[in-house]
């Protein structure tokens, strides 16, 4: 039996000056009454923190950081207790926020990269940072008392501009793609700061055949979905979910390409804690994705388009993530806005 | 590093004659949006655009003298026929042919056409630009580079190369 959902617009929230780039939910929000909360980053240089207010429902702006970054930023991430957020700019730099009593305050500089920083994530403990660049590396940093950051690998390896890092959901292992079409799976093989390429998903892997631009876990970490310029969504699967017991790596392979559904560059995939993912593109839609739970699953698992939401903005969509808690669905858009929606039958 | 032209010879086409587009009396609806086309976006692209072949972009001195200041039409960079345009789709691509095979300068074109159309266009369009196919040594980097909007935008945050285009693209007063 299908039910038939639709995606619901629950705001618009106008407020960067410039091209919103990504945004990043609070995951220490939307539960227990604390209302939700996430963070925006433009083009405009600056980082919005909006807040939802429990009685309307409706987001309001909270704060913005200005005057830090002097170039576009273009990530920004939560820590995993909410206390921190990394934000990962064109300058060349990182910066470290801490909410001190609803101010946001900016208490520490990365350095290191030598030209635009692309992206910046946590590992799920919250220990460890990692943030990649146009100048083709990947660094780790590892989180002291204080708030202070120490560069304990620079990962080389990608050809070209590395345009997204994200770490596993429960491992520490990190993950990177980029301009030269691969995907770049990375592990602490000592116990010692020794971090390795362990895996490359390439062509010859099923690969992309262009950019990849963004990747995003399933909620139990076995699988991970891939979205490129090449027009293709890619689903990739590993055995074994707690990767480092008995002995070593479980490596990743192709389990699916969704061809067919994009007809512009897709920016933005993230997988939803109920099993859909969504897709932002440059066709100013966003599309979602479930389970094929037909009977015919011989191959291995299918995906199916869910519903597209044709015109979700003016312009191209720069980012696509579901929140905590209920959830609803925040997209950025070249078009200077957020939008939120909310998944309804 | 250049220090000479890189094209001291090009080949210079006849300029095409093209009728005065006659304009639409406005006796209906003031505000009918008349939709964009191929020669409205050529126009837009080549009507003031004179690229001066002596700017050393890599070299450590900078001369500007014009001593090339032919229009991109009239070295056959672009025809109107490469330029694609659907107005209702909202989507642009344009085709250009750089002078010599190996043109260091492809990117810099691309991108002065890129900012020209991003200036001039409804903010609804989409864009594609890419160099003709067979006419460029690594065609398919350059294509690559000029379609990477983050790529873009980043090279747009830096002066230099925004004072460049800028030049590119203003009026020559002949």
């Known amino acids: ?33 604390i209302p939700l909360v996430f963070a925006s980053c433009s083009g405009d240089k600056t980082v919005r923190i909006w807040e939802q207010n429990l009685s309307t429902n409706l987001f309001s702006c909270k704060a913005t950081l200005e005057e830090t970054h002097t170039r576009t930023v ?29 101010d946001f305050e900016c208490v520490s500089t990365l350095e290191g990269h030598e030209n635009e920083v692309k992206s910046v994530s946590w ?14 590396s990947v660094w780790i ?205 | 590093m250049v220090t000479g032209l890189i094209n001291a010879n090009p080949i210079i086409y006849e300029k095409k004659q093209r009728q005065q587009r006659s304009t639409q009396s406005l006796q209906g609806d003031e505000y009918t949006v008349e939709p964009i086309d191929h020669l409205e976006v050529f126009d837009i692209l080549f009507a003031n655009f004179h690229f001066c072949f002596a700017f050393t972009f890599i070299g450590y001195r900078d001369i500007k003298d014009p001593e090339h200041p032919y229009s991109l039409e009239e070295l056959k960079v672009i025809t109107e026929e490469a330029v694609e345009v659907n107005d209702q789709n909202s989507y642009v691509r344009v085709t250009f042919t750089p002078t010599v095979e190996h043109c260091s300068m492809a990117t810099i074109i691309g991108l002065c056409l890129r900012v020209k159309l991003l200036r001039s266009l409804p903010s609804r369009y989409k864009v594609d630009i890419r160099v003709a196919p067979g006419s460029h040594a690594t065609e398919a980097a350059v294509n690559k580079q000029l379609n990477d909007k983050e790529r873009v ?18 009026p020559s007063y002949e």
Request: aromatic share 8%; glycine share 8%; hydrophobic share 35%.
């Open chain 1, 1 to 33: 039996m299908e039910t038939s959902l639709e995606l619901k617009e629950v705001q618009k929230l106008e407020g960067h000056t410039d091209r919103v780039w990504s945004l990043d939910w609070n995951p220490a929000t939307g539960h227990d009454g």
């Open chain 1, 141 to 345: 940093w590892e989180v002291q008392p204080g708030n202070e950051f120490e560069c304990v690998s620079v990962l080389q390896g990608h050809t070209q501009d590395v345009k997204m890092v994200r770490w596993h959901p429960t491992e520490d292992i990190l993950f990177s793609c980029s301009y030269d079409n691969n995907i770049k799976v990375w592990a602490d093989e000592g116990d010692s700061d020794d971090w390795q390429c362990v895996q490359t998903l390439g062509e010859p892997n099923n690969g992309h055949t262009s950019t990849v631009w963004a990747l995003s876990f399933n909620p139990s970490g076995d699988k991970m979905v891939t979205c490129s310029d090449d027009l293709t969504l890619k689903v990739w699967g590993t055995e074994s979910i707690g990767m480092q017991s008995g002995g070593g790596f479980a490596p990743w392979r192709h389990l699916c390409t969704l061809t067919g559904y994009h007809e512009r560059t897709i920016f933005s995939v993230h997988w939803s804690r109920g099993g859909i993912f969504a897709s932002g593109a440059a066709d100013d839609a966003i599309r979602l994705f479930v389970d094929d739970n037909s009977e015919s699953q011989v191959d291995g698992p299918l995906y199916k388009l869910l519903l597209k939401k044709d015109k979700a903005h003016d312009m191209d969509i720069n980012y696509v993530q579901w929140s905590p808690g209920k959830p609803l669905l925040a997209s950025a858009s070249d078009d200077g806005t957020i939008k939120v929606w909310d998944l309804v039958s």
């Open chain 1, 74 to 102: 273009r990530s920004c991430a939560w820590s995993p207790t909410g206390k921190l957020l990394a934000t990962a700019s064109f300058d060349a730099t990182t910066a470290i926020w801490e909410n001190v009593g609803g």
């Open chain 2, 153 to 170: 935008a980043a090279a747009l945050e830096n002066p230099n190369l925004v004072d460049m285009v800028d030049e590119c693209l203003a």
């Open chain 1, 123 to 136: 590992n799920a403990a919250g220990t460890l940072l990692a943030t990649c660049s146009r100048d083709k």
